[in-house]
């Protein structure tokens, strides 16, 4: 089970034939709806570099189909584009894209993720990206943050 009591999640496997079998594992384990994916590239997320692997479960059933990025007017990417830096370097990266400074393959990439998420809930994939570009356009993903960031300095 998911020890957050998550009853909907995006989750990676790390071979695209595992992709419906754990689908059919959180079924058991009472999510109401997921995505499990095997991303372009050997990734176990959803990658802008080509075309991904999806088990979609909503409300019991499991359907399996293949997600090209590009049919949703994303670019293709290297895995090159993806790489990030150092530590330090990855968190201005981040601090960047949260900030809407930052565009090109990595904010795809975190677009596709964001919108799977909440396309595993609504089945709507086009307008999940949607929302998580306003998301970060409006400044609504980098205050989450900093509320986050904020909550747990509290404990501190």
Avoid at 11 to 17: D, F, I, M, N
Avoid at 68 to 95: H, N, W
Avoid at 98 to 115: K, P, Q, S, Y
Wanted: aromatic content about 4%.
């Amino acid at each position: 089970t998911n020890p957050a009591g998550a009853e909907i999640q995006l989750t990676g496997v790390y071979a695209p034939a595992l992709t419906e079998p754990l689908a059919h594992v959180l079924n058991e384990l009472g999510s109401r709806a997921a995505l499990v994916i095997h991303g372009a590239g050997g990734t176990d997320e959803l990658s802008p570099v080509g075309v991904n692997r999806v088990s979609h479960l909503k409300d019991g059933a499991v359907h399996t189909y293949d997600l090209d990025p590009s049919d949703y007017g994303l670019p293709r990417a290297t895995v090159a584009d993806l790489r990030g830096g150092t530590p330090d370097e990855s968190a201005q990266m981040m601090r960047d894209l949260l900030a809407g400074r930052l565009n090109g393959a990595r904010r795809d990439a975190v677009l596709l993720n964001a919108a799977g998420a909440l396309a595993a809930e609504t089945g709507n994939l086009q307008i999940a990206l949607t929302e998580a570009a306003a998301s970060l356009d409006s400044g609504a993903a980098l205050a989450k943050l900093s509320a986050l960031v904020e909550f747990s300095q509290s404990f501190a």
